[in-house]
């Protein structure tokens, strides 16, 4: 049974389902997060998990990667669902979230479950660590098996796959490679002044207050997660933003751990002068958290302000521009074929909820990029099973994704001055603007008006490009 079937009610009406599923994402993060703070309380204070819900209400990261549907998100919320449980000692049920993350989210998390594994091992013993892992991976592993089987007709193992494909067969550079500063970059943009807290935190657990029942090495253990996938990922040349996200919480939590530590020590060390300590340690919470906030919701309006164009050039042509069963056509109509063509954009296609109906065919006009494009489904009840032809696991060109310019009905495309692709707006004898939207242009603008939103100044200095839709004149067609 699809998603959309099981929702009966909205399965027609594919934005309300494509937000509802956000929504619904978004809801299963907070709640991750109100179990990771309480056992923060719990386990590193009052103080410290107070601060951790201040960070977290007011991350760009999380605000970002909490509703997107993506393995590394996925991971995210898992990773927050995990430490939870082992911060509470319910060990059985941190392994079976740390193996739903592994098997049906991303197989690479593995690695931030090594130290609960080794405290397992040590605390539990051989026999019942072993007995427990096996118990619970076999039902979530045969739970996966058949639900890909209902899919894909064969016995499959995506977390598997992925791991044979990245690790021991290919080499990931064939998808671009950056600099270590990538990930610096990411972290300063998500979590500006907090990144610098959250880097020594294990270091400032030993001096934070000793009168909670855990020992200070296990509180390292629970952040020992995020140095480990810091040291892998940023060695590898290979990196994108998301790959950072499943470790999101750790940073909240580290940097919540050095600022408790911090003001604990003012206080003690103004102990004699009280007034003076709370003060001061009052300007640094409010200085440090009042600056995060403030830069963290520049960064959150950035990103819906300079670069949501897509979503709403997508919503419009799915409630204004392309057939739509969802509009008062009768029953019985037949709704024409429709080519809407994608060039340069093509990576920034949504998602296919914003295609009313299999009457509108998404198409790839060739562009500057020569990797392999995605290939859709086969249009069949059991489409998903059907193997695509045309493939290759070396990111090589294959031409046979490409169609005419001269089959497209409609095009969404940003206009660049600077583009080598066909510039549609010299072209109004063939071509009509139909709707556009601005979309930041990343190359002509400056930071910090490109990754902050800054009133005034960002619509002052930042520039823009209009992303488009474009239709196809009929008196051009004929």
Partial sequence: MTIGSTLGLVADQKLVLFYGLRAALGLLSAYAEAL??????????????????????????????????????????????????????????????????????????GVLFIPFA?????????????????????????????????????????????????????????????????????????FNVV???????????????????????????????????MAIMFTQAHKEERFLSPIYPLVCLAAAITLSAVVYHIGR?????????????????????????????SRIVSNVVNFGAPLRVYKHLYTKVLPNPESDMSPNAVMPTVNLCLTKEWYRFPTSFFIPSNSTKVQFVKSSFSGLLPKPF??????????PSAM????????????????????????LSSQKEIKFWEEPATWELVHSEQFLDAERSKSPYRSFYIPMLTPRYAHYAEYTIYKRKKDAAN
């Avoid at 909670?212 to 629970?222: D, I, N, P, R, S």
């Avoid at 060390?269 to 009280?274: D, K």
């Avoid at 290759?392 to 206009?415: G, T």
Wanted: include cysteine.
């Fill in 195 to 229: 990144a610098l807290l959250a880097v020594p935190a294990a270091l400032f657990v030993f001096v934070l207050p000793s009168h909670y029942e855990t020992g200070k090495v296990q509180l390292v253990a629970y952040l020992s997660p995020m140095y480990i996938w």
């Fill in 118 to 190: 080794a405290e397992t091992l040590y605390t539990r013993g051989l026999i019942k660590s072993v007995l427990a892992g096996t118990s619970i991976g076999g039902v979530v592993l045969t739970l996966e098996l058949l639900v890909n089987f209902y899919y894909y007709h064969r016995w499959v193992l995506p977390a598997w796959n992925i791991f044979v494909y990245n690790v021991l067969s290919n080499d990931s550079t064939l998808y671009g490679t950056e600099p270590l500063s990538y990930y610096l970059l990411n972290l300063a943009l998500n």
């Fill in 36 to 109: 990771y703070y309480q056992s923060t309380s719990r386990h590193f204070g009052r103080r410290t998990a107070r601060y951790l819900l201040y960070i977290l209400l007011f991350n760009a990261g999380t605000f970002h990667a909490s509703t997107a549907f993506l393995p590394s998100s996925f991971s995210m919320v898992l990773v927050m669902l995990f430490t939870s449980a082992w911060m509470d000692k319910s060990h059985y049920l941190a392994l079976f979230y740390g193996v739903v993350a592994v098997l049906c989210g991303w197989p690479y998390v």
């Fill in 378 to 387: 086969e249009e069949h009840l059991h489409g998903t099973s059907i193997i």
């Fill in 392 to 415: 290759n696991d070396q990111n090589r060109e294959e031409p046979s994704r490409y169609v005419s310019i001269n089959v497209c009905d409609y095009v969404v495309d940003l206009n």
């Fill in 269 to 297: 060390f103004f102990s004699h002068v009280r007034t003076v300590g709370s003060a001061l340690s009052q300007l640094i919470v409010v200085g440090t958290l009042g600056m995060y906030s403030l830069l963290s919701v």
